[in-house]
Nanobody, 116 residues
Framework: VQLVESGGGLVQPGGSLRLSCAAS????????MNWYRQAAGKERELVAT????????YYPDSVKGRFNISRDNAKNTVYLQMNSLKPEDTAVYYC??????????WGQGTQVTVSS
């Protein structure tokens, strides 16, 4: 099983980044996909969820209207489009695949730094 995140980097406040997470080794289309983030000295927090078929999404208030999660089940990939980035969005972003009561997989994380 592998989840490989990419697309992180340094961006100025107000800018955009698109994260990708390529999955392999499991039935991607059967899993809810999540993006989490963890800033230095803080707990990991959920920033976006998309159900297995992509029919439903969830965002906490901190990112709602700025972040958009999507998935391509044919490519076994989930994306996180991040717009209007703020310094407080700086964190390591992690991809997670979850099938409740079955499995819970994590990627290695990708750093996002929002700074001028």
């Amino acid at each position: 099983v592998q989840l490989v995140e990419s697309g992180g980097g340094l961006v100025q406040p107000g800018g955009s980044l698109r994260l990708s997470c390529a999955a392999s080794g499991f039935t991607f289309s059967s899993y809810t996909m999540n993006w989490y983030r963890q800033a230095a000295g803080k707990e990991r927090e959920l920033v976006a969820t998309i159900t297995s078929a992509g029919g439903s999404t969830y965002y906490p208030d901190s990112v709602k209207g700025r972040f958009n999660i999507s998935r391509d089940n044919a490519k076994n990939t989930v994306y996180l489009q991040m717009n209007s980035l703020k310094p407080e969005d700086t964190a390591v972003y992690y991809c997670n695949a979850r099938r409740l009561g079955v499995n819970d997989f994590w990627g290695q994380g990708t750093q996002v730094t929002v700074s001028s």
